[in-house]
């Protein structure tokens, strides 16, 4: 039984190592197909048990002029989010959902610093809708966006969050639960 057990969980190791390394190979020839040949670290990897759910692809911006690197993550991290996006969709393809991966793709530290604002933004509409019982709207966040604050929010007990509207006018609303 251990035998079987150890096979079941190295394999699982395999397939976390091959579409991480598929996620690399993607994003380094796309950035070289679009002009920008560098190399693609693979960074953080946040794990359930003993699989992969998620992975930091960490562009190597060593060597960019300034104008490489806003152009990468494009205004309000709009292409930096769209890179993002066709990796998710297009390395999932074909991979049974319980295998799926989330790529999230860094350059110059940008997701970093977003996420400490996302984390500001989320803890700062969570106090006042607490302390005035008024459901609180925060606006233009990309969808990416939305759905981190919703995981930031989601372990209040006390605290329910919904995405409203649509595109581009949709919007995270936070309020307390019934």
Not at 4 to 31: A, C, H, N, P
Not at 37 to 62: F, H, K, M, Y
């Amino acid at each position: 039984m251990r035998a079987i057990l150890k096979v079941v969980f190295y394999s699982s190791i395999y397939i976390m190592d091959e579409q991480i390394q598929r996620g690399q190979k993607w994003l380094e020839t796309l950035l070289k197909l679009m002009g920008v040949p560098t190399n693609v670290n693979v960074g953080r990897i946040e794990q359930d048990g003993r699989n992969a759910i998620s992975c930091w692809l960490t562009i190597d911006d060593n060597g960019f002029e300034i104008d490489t690197i806003e152009t990468l993550i494009g205004k309000k991290g709009e292409t930096l989010d769209s890179l993002q996006y066709l990796a998710n969709a297009l390395l999932n393809i074909g991979v049974s959902e319980e295998n799926h991966r989330f790529f999230t793709i860094e350059l110059n530290g940008y997701r970093l610093r977003r996420q400490t604002e996302l984390m500001a933004i989320a803890q700062r509409a969570a106090e006042k809708v607490r302390i005035t019982g008024v459901p609180e709207e925060i606006r233009f966040l990309s969808s990416v966006e939305r759905r981190q604050i919703h995981s930031m929010l989601e372990k209040s007990g006390d605290l329910w969050t919904e995405s409203i509207g649509n595109e581009p006018d949709r919007r995270l609303v936070v309020r307390l639960r019934d």
